[in-house]
């Protein structure tokens, strides 16, 4: 009788309820493409973070193996990859894809853009995803925003830009629509995976590059051959990472995974732009300490892009139905947030730059 009461007990329940919960869910286990290379442990660490979390929260059943960029498959090729089931699941931007469909861009960053909270705001709050949710569809795609830098750096550069004819000629390391923009300024745009970006800057083939902030840049050694620090990242302002998911296999999943695999998500992208916040400052006054020369980019080559991404956008709409609706959208809900911002925002933040600057 004892026995049979302690089994019967609320004890009982609680001590029986993870092993039952867990033989209950199918045993899953997922491969995970990175673009992003191992060394650079906190963009890469953004789908780890997922697939422990993900781990955790089942129990174990639920197991999702990452890999870096060519261990299974390219760094540029894991959009197709996961579309083609090759493999279930990828970590990647959306913005490297443009030329397959420009829209594919709204997924990541376009320049001039808007910042960390903004992009995550309009993504799962303001129907950016479900604006979306067509362009990943036809790629057999399910899409879930799963990291952030934040703010990015403009770039480094191997010569001093002074001017708009400093621009002219030079060839730069962009990724997605940034490229596209630059190069109504006359610069040479090349789209280069993050672990060619060292050796291309090296051999010359390249005279500059942009990649993320002082963090991840210090870490590829770019301050030893490009003297040159650019800011702000125009091109990146706040730009999201992405979970991929081939569509069919999402549909499959249970809903209680689907759940966890948006619940991580979401946790991997304030922790990753939490942590870049981080580290960024102490990294870039290492950087400075070694001689690099930190510039703002020229107040007229800010002008020129900012009025060329306005023209290319309307382009591309006027060739891309959809580009155009996305981008109304979009664009409507970054005008607002600006305005915001200014008021409740930026003005603290100016007059705290100004109030702390060094006497």
Known sequence: MHRRHILAGPAAGAALATPFLASAQPRLRWR?????????????????IVARRVREMSDGAFEITVSGPGEVVPALQILDAVGQGSVECGFTSSLFYFGKDPSFAFGSALPFGMNSRQTFAWLNHAGGRDELRPVFAEANIWQIPAGCTGAQMGGWSKRELKGLED??????????LGG????????VPQQIAPTDIYPALERGVIDGAEYIGPYDDEKLGFGRIARYYYYPGFQEAGPNTDFLVNLRAWEALPKPYQAMLETACAEAYHATAAKYDVLNPPALRRLVAQGTQLRPYPREVMQALYRAAQELYAEIGAQNARFGRIHEHWDRFRVEQVQWFRVAEDSLANFQAVATAPK
């Open 32 to 48: 995970c493409p990175n673009s992003f290379p191992r060394t650079l442990d906190t963009l890469y660490g953004a789908a780890e």
């Open 180 to 187: 596209s923009v630059m190069q109504k300024l006359g610069v």
């Open 167 to 176: 621009m002219r000629g030079l060839k730069f390391r962009i990724a997605g």
